[in-house]
T-cell receptor, first 116, second 118 residues
Framework: AQKITQTQPGMFVQEKEAVTLDCTYDTSDQSYGLFWYKQPSSGEMIFLIYQGSYDEQNATEGRYSLNFQKARKSANLVISASQLGDSAMYFCAMREPSNTGNQFYFGTGTSLTVIP | GAVVSQHPSWVICKSGTSVKIECRSLDFQATTMFWYRQFPKQSLMLMATSNEGSKATYEQGVEKDKFLINHASLTLSTLTVTSAHPEDSSFYIC??????????????FGEGSWLTVV
């Protein structure tokens, strides 16, 4: 089974509107971390937001918030007041504990286009 | 925040030659670094985990002799694509995690390197 599933290959949003990018995950661990990264056309991966499995409140970072629904195993990214510069690929990722501490899984990504 | 620097950003090499890509953690010691390959419009594919002072751990299907990884210090890991061929053309990106095995330790990425083999 896929560890991270992003079902939206591409999304469009009007400038200044909010958009939700979906992410579901699969794990049997109680302790895990969920991350979102932004990848513009230049290729760099930019860390956006983190949610720990034990965090009771949804994480927020500026215009980014993470809608964490543990029972549904979903960690959707919400971008409020979209800007043209938000157009990019967005990757959801999960980190699980392991002997080496290095298990990090990425989804297939969602391409977001912000329309003026 | 933590910074990871990757060099070069762009490289063009002739088929049959080797090319080296460097990944440096600038403000923290990275005992572990990761190398990914990314094809256009696809997700990151983990190639190998680079451990300081020991041999890298390669993912299944990744040729160890073709993609040489060296992690000689706590701040530097290198990926050498040996005898490069056009099919090796891709975007390669490295990352490093803050020390410690906590799930909350995010991974910071380098800027990535576009390799074109002609």
């Amino acid at each position: 089974a896929q560890k991270i599933t992003q079902t939206q290959p591409g999304m469009f949003v009007q400038e200044k509107e909010a958009v939700t990018l979906d992410c579901t995950y699969d794990t049997s661990d109680q302790s895990y971390g969920l991350f979102w990264y932004k990848q513009p056309s230049s290729g760099e991966m930019i860390f956006l937001i983190y949610q720990g499995s034990y965090d009771e409140q949804n994480a927020t970072e500026g215009r980014y918030s993470l809608n964490f629904q543990k029972a549904r195993k979903s960690a959707n990214l919400v971008i409020s007041a979209s800007q043209l510069g938000d157009s990019a690929m967005y990757f959801c990722a999960m980190r699980e504990p392991s002997n080496t501490g290095n298990q990090f899984y990425f989804g297939t990504g969602t391409s977001l286009t912000v329309i003026p | 925040g933590a910074v990871v620097s990757q060099h070069p950003s762009w490289v063009i090499c002739k088929s049959g030659t080797s090319v080296k890509i460097e990944c440096r953690s600038l403000d923290f010691q990275a005992t572990t670094m990761f190398w990914y390959r990314q094809f256009p419009k696809q997700s990151l594919m983990l190639m190998a985990t680079s451990n300081e002072g020991s041999k890298a751990t390669y993912e299944q299907g990744v040729e160890k002799d073709k993609f040489l990884i060296n992690h000689a210090s706590l701040t530097l890991s290198t990926l050498t694509v040996t005898s490069a061929h056009p099919e090796d053309s891709s975007f390669y990106i490295c990352s490093a995690s803050l020390p410690g095995y906590r799930v909350g330790n995010t991974i910071y990425f380098g800027e990535g390197s576009w390799l074109t083999v002609v």
